[in-house]
């Protein structure tokens, strides 16, 4: 049998005195695409695009920078981080709630939602990065915090907690603990549980110097890391990554599976090129056992496919995409197809929707 999933390749438009990116966040069972708009390297936009009435409408007003989309478990709504600020907006409200926070935390990156009241994430607490549990409510409950190292990018795997650790002599390893939230009537005495709690976390793979970003894990034996060098000068006209698959048998175990390039003037701050969301709208997306990921050829991105099975890599010469897509359907297998329908163009930004067998 032959399923379809379509998926939306996005252009990049360079204008002569500014740079404007449309790409993909997201996309709803009821068939609507999620995009952020990026006007300038410090203004973003959300726009909702409803295949059926090919119609596309802004979801913000234009003083938010919805960073982190993150669509509710439900679809009810929402969440998005807004120059800092944890946002959640439900389709019925007018206006987005903003989540206050009982403890002195900042800098919180991605959520992740447990359900449509409840999600984790890593954030900054005095000194170091911690892994903490927020509500609907603002309460944050502590889930693993040291104090001599950052705990970042977590990934819950049924009870599992796996994440990276970063000491403060710049080492890097994947932890795997047990998720058990603190108990308490505060944030004080949440915190105390856990001073007071024994925190067994087991060492999975040693990255050593290595620096390594954006954990995901697709199940409690296997997950992909970013690796990235440890210092860039702002003369380098790229950016070197690498890939890695970490897969458990009996131990567990890492390989470099590829690595991209992502041109400097993208991710650098200053650049008038620069991502708002930094390489976030640029991470390899998963189709079953096929990776979709840009990387730079000379000075044009181009968009590939890695098979893990055949462990070999297809260039789609045929698009010349900036983002890799969202698919409307889970579990989707790549093939080399290329674009089916072109949609025009509008504001001189080029939006192309692909049609990709599986």
């Known amino acids: 049998m032959k399923w379809h999933i379509l998926c939306i390749f996005i252009f990049f438009c360079q204008y002569i005195h500014a740079h404007e990116y449309i790409y993909p966040v997201a996309v709803s069972q009821r068939g609507s695409f999620y995009l952020i708009y990026q006007k300038t390297p410090n203004h973003i936009e959300l726009w909702e695009w409803t295949l059926q009435t090919n119609y ?11 960073a982190g989309f993150q669509l509710l478990p439900d679809e009810d709504g929402f969440s998005f981080i807004d120059n800092g600020i944890l946002k959640i907006k439900k389709w019925l ?3 987005p709630r903003t989540i206050e926070f009982d403890a002195p935390i900042y800098q919180v990156e991605v959520v992740h939602w447990l359900d449509n009241t409840t999600c984790y994430t890593s954030g900054k607490y005095k000194n170091n990065f911690g892994i903490f549990q927020i509500d609907y409510e603002g309460e944050v409950t502590p889930i693993y915090l040291h104090e001599t190292a950052d705990c970042m990018y977590p990934q819950k795997v049924y009870d599992e907690l796996f994440y990276i650790e970063r000491d403060h002599d710049w080492n890097y390893r994947i932890m795997q603990a047990i998720y058990e939230p603190a108990l308490g009537k505060n944030f004080e005495e949440r915190h105390s549980f856990k001073e007071n ?4 976390a087991v060492e999975i793979i040693d990255f050593k110097k290595q620096p390594i970003v954006f954990l995901s894990m697709v199940s409690e034996s296997e997950g992909f890391v970013v690796g990235h060098p440890p210092t860039v000068n702002r003369t380098e ?3 070197y990554f690498e890939y890695y698959h970490l897969k458990k048998e009996n131990d567990w175990h890492v390989e470099k599976l590829f690595s991209f390039n992502i041109p400097a003037d993208l991710l650098f701050v200053g650049s008038p090129a620069r991502l708002y969301e930094s390489i976030l709208p640029l991470l390899p997306r998963h189709y079953a056992t096929k990776i979709m990921f840009t990387t730079a050829d000379n000075t044009e991105l181009s968009l590939s496919v890695y098979d893990l099975i055949s462990k070999s890599i297809t260039k789609l010469s045929n698009t010349k995409g900036l983002f890799p897509p969202v698919n409307l ?3 989707g297998e790549l093939t080399e197809d290329g674009p089916t329908m072109g949609i025009g163009k509008s504001g001189g930004v080029a939006i192309e929707l692909v049609n990709i067998s599986m």
Not at 56 to 66: E, I, N, V, Y
Not at 197 to 200: F, V
């Open 56 to 66: 596309a409408d802004q979801l913000l007003m234009s003083r938010f920078t919805p």
């Open 93 to 95: 409200k007018r206006s």
């Open 197 to 200: 709690q024994q925190q067994d």
């Open 237 to 239: 006209q790229a950016i």
């Open 329 to 331: 359907m889970s579990g």
